[in-house]
Each structure stands twice: as structure tokens, then as C-alpha cells.
């Protein structure tokens, strides 16, 4: 991989990039040639933290270090896509409005299961309750994803409580990779194999004690099941990251998730010198015992999906 940058770090569009950074940038790049541009830079901006003063994802600054780093060589772009307007826009309408409080017990509320989203007219549903409630917003997944409606059904009551998605891992993260041992060579071959659980939201008329960590030690045990039947292949490892000034991350130490560090929170300064961004508590939870050893290639040992 090309690397064209000496000093660590430099200044690029308004931000600061570490090497290390820069070529997680460049293998983002390289691994999903299918992505649009647009596609690329909202990856790269959430990987990196790297967002506007109104909490919202800098693509633009992003897209023109895109641009930037193509002109000098140090990677290949996709070739822009004519798009229909609209075709990708997500429009709350009356079917996600609020519903009246639910107000109460787990037991009072059971069973409680976890619907996998798979027919695409559920899927738009997902995307608009997302849009509408979850305070980072509506994101088009790429690559391996699965979406869950959280449901309470009791008897013949049938009610979506909330929604959950799994997807790619982040590229290079410090503390989890140093927490797993990983070598740069273990991470480019394995990192399908770790999860990362990009949204969780329970709807805010929702308020059932005890509903997020019951919700997430039954994901624990049900998207191996899904991600084999979807992908061919179960993940070892799952991880998320909690915004350490707003949430402590209860319901996942409740769930038995494990704190193993920090986030960076690199951001940019603007004139107050303050950051624009905010650390992520990083959480885990090993799906198999040896989750260390299907995650590190042994020597002369390929590729393999086989967890």
C-alpha cells in the first residue's frame, strides 16, 4: 500500500491524520471498490469520529481528502454514480409515529424475541424508525449487516419495542486490537470475524425495565445462527462503542459485555478550544472461548472464515 505522508501527523482538510490513520483510509478504500463515493465517506467519517459541531458526519471535508489523496496518488476512487433523486432518502411518515407509553416489568411485556429483517418492505420500515429515533440517524449498512425488530408479543399482541443492527467491525482500533494481540497481518485477514453492534434503540415511548440487557444477552446467543445461515460463517467477537458524554453503557455491563478501553476522540479543535468529538467507551463480548486463537493467523496459515 502507497504512503506518500512523512511527518505524523499532518494536517489535511481541517484535520489531523495519523499515518496509521491515513492507511486504515487507503485500505477502507481497497476493500470495498462497489461503494459509491458518498458510501465511502460516511464509513471513513464514523471509523474516524470525525464530525461537524452539530453532531453531524463531515462528508464533504472527507470527500475532498478523498480527492485530495487520489490526486497524489496514494489511492483509486470509485467512479461517481448517477443516482435518482430520492432513491435513498428516508421520510418519517405516520406508520413510525409515537405510540402510547408502554410502562412496566420484563414479565409483563414477555415473551420477548429478536425478528430478523429480511423482506425489503421491513426493511424500509427499520430504516424509518432509525431515521426518526436513534440520535446518530439512519446509516445504509455495507457489507455483512443483519437488522432486528426488538417485539414484545404477548398472546395475540404483537409490538415492535425497538431495533437492532450488527455490522461491519472498525478497521483499526488501539485498545481492541491490542486487547486481542493483533498484528496488522492477523487484522487485514480476520476482521470479518469481529461485529460491531452499530445501533441499538429502544423506541422513547418504550419504558420496560430492564429491556436493554435482556435485549443484548439475546443477540449474544442468536446472530452466530443468523450470520452462518446469511453469510456462511459465524463471528467470534462482538464490540460497540458507547459515547462516553452522554451514556455509561448500563444495560451492557449488565449484559455481561467488557469494557476494554477507550476510543481516542481525536477531533479537530475549533476556535474555543474545544473538541469537536467526544471519546467512545469501547465494549466486547467473546462469542467462543478461543476467541484469541480464530482470530490470530498462525503461521503459514491462510485465510479463513471457519469460526
Known sequence: MLNIFDEDPVLLCGREFTVLELQNIQETVRMFPLLSQR???LTICENLNWIAPNGRYKIDACRQLLIKLEAQGALRLPDLRKTLPGKNTVIPSVRTDARDSFVGTLSQFEPIHLEAVRKIEDVRLWNEYVMRYHVLGYKRPFGAH???FIVSQTGSEYHRVGCL???ASAWALAERD???GWSQGDRSQRLHL???NTRFLIFPWIKIKNLASKVLSMAVKQIGYDWQERYGYKPVLLETFVDSAKYRGTCYKAANWMFIGE???RGRMDRNTQYLSSPKKIFVYPLVKDFRGKLRVKSGQG???DA
Open 194 to 196: 469481529v461485529v460491531n
Open 303 to 305: 485465510d479463513s472464515s
Open 263 to 265: 476510543t481516542v476522540g
Open 39 to 41: 458510501e465511502l465517506g
Open 146 to 148: 443483519q437488522r432486528y
Open 165 to 167: 443492527l450488527f455490522a
Open 178 to 180: 491490542n486487547w486481542i
